[in-house]
Nanobody, 117 residues
Framework: QVQLQESGPGLVKPSQTLSLTCTVSGGSITTNYYYWSWIRQPPGKGLEWIGY???????YYSPSLKSRFSISRDTSKNQFTLQLTSVTPEVTAVYYC?????????WGKGTLVTVSS
């Protein structure tokens, strides 16, 4: 059973850098043909797909968010990360990691990130 767990700061100040980590258990992030995504849900809004990192290490971002986010991975820890610099309050959301791209079969529980001074 694949499990994903998000971790990171619950509160970030404006202009700071947001870093979230997704730890995967029950499967390797380098296993062929699996993709690992980040998704967010701002308060009162729908889910928004941010991007993925593939088993190969290739990365793809949503065109509307490409310039703001950065995805990377640490294969030795079986983790992948999401980073966003110079955050603003509009970044406030619940952030999820999941396996897949358009079809997401395993999800983390999500972590709330609030940007506030």
């Amino acid at each position: 059973q694949v499990q994903l767990q998000e971790s990171g700061p619950g509160l970030v100040k404006p202009s700071q850098t947001l870093s979230l980590t997704c730890t995967v258990s029950g499967g390797s992030i380098t296993t062929n043909y699996y993709y690992w995504s980040w998704i967010r849900q701002p308060p009162g809004k729908g889910l928004e797909w941010i991007g993925y990192i593939a088993y190969s290490g290739s990365i793809y971002y949503s065109p509307s968010l490409k310039s703001r986010f950065s995805i990377s991975r640490d294969t030795s820890k079986n983790q992948f990360t999401l980073q966003l610099t110079s955050v603003t309050p509009e970044v406030t959301a619940v952030y999820y990691c999941a396996r897949g791209t358009t079809m997401l079969d395993y999800w983390g529980k999500g972590t709330l990130v609030t940007v506030s001074s």
